[in-house]
């Protein structure tokens, strides 16, 4: 059974940080692709970040290049987001999700996904 479980949003004020994990079970975490999406109320998913197996190649959206990091530790199964410069409008539920191998920016490819972490960034 996979299992993907996010720890680490909260309450942070606009230009402060914040770094999300997501712990995985029930996978071969190398051979999965993961990445981090967020919605926020009344509107679509949106893609953030994406890493490979093997952190060969990383992917962000265009809004958060240069402010957010995606990594992963293979050994404790867990992939990261460190999140710094927080702005109001990053202020969504951010969901963790995996697919076999080769990433993507759709949360349509995507298998399996976490309950959501609240993030919310105060101006």
């Not at 940080?17 to 981090?36: E, I, K």
């Not at 050994?75 to 951010?94: F, R």
Request: net charge neutral.
């Amino acid at each position: 059974q996979v299992q993907l479980v996010e720890s680490g949003g909260g309450l942070v004020q606009a230009g402060g940080s914040l770094r999300l994990s997501c712990a995985a079970s029930g996978l071969t975490f190398r051979n999965f692709a993961m990445a981090w999406f967020r919605q926020a109320p009344g509107k679509e998913r949106e893609f953030v970040a994406t890493i490979s197996g093997i952190a060969t190649t990383t992917y962000y959206a265009d809004s958060v290049k240069g402010r957010f990091t995606i990594s992963r530790v293979n050994a404790k199964n867990t992939v990261y987001l460190q999140m710094n410069s927080l702005e109001p409008e990053d202020t969504a539920v951010y969901y963790c999700a995996a697919k076999p191998f080769y990433g993507g920016t759709t949360s349509g490819e995507y298998d399996y996904w976490g309950q959501g972490t609240q993030v919310t960034v105060s101006s």
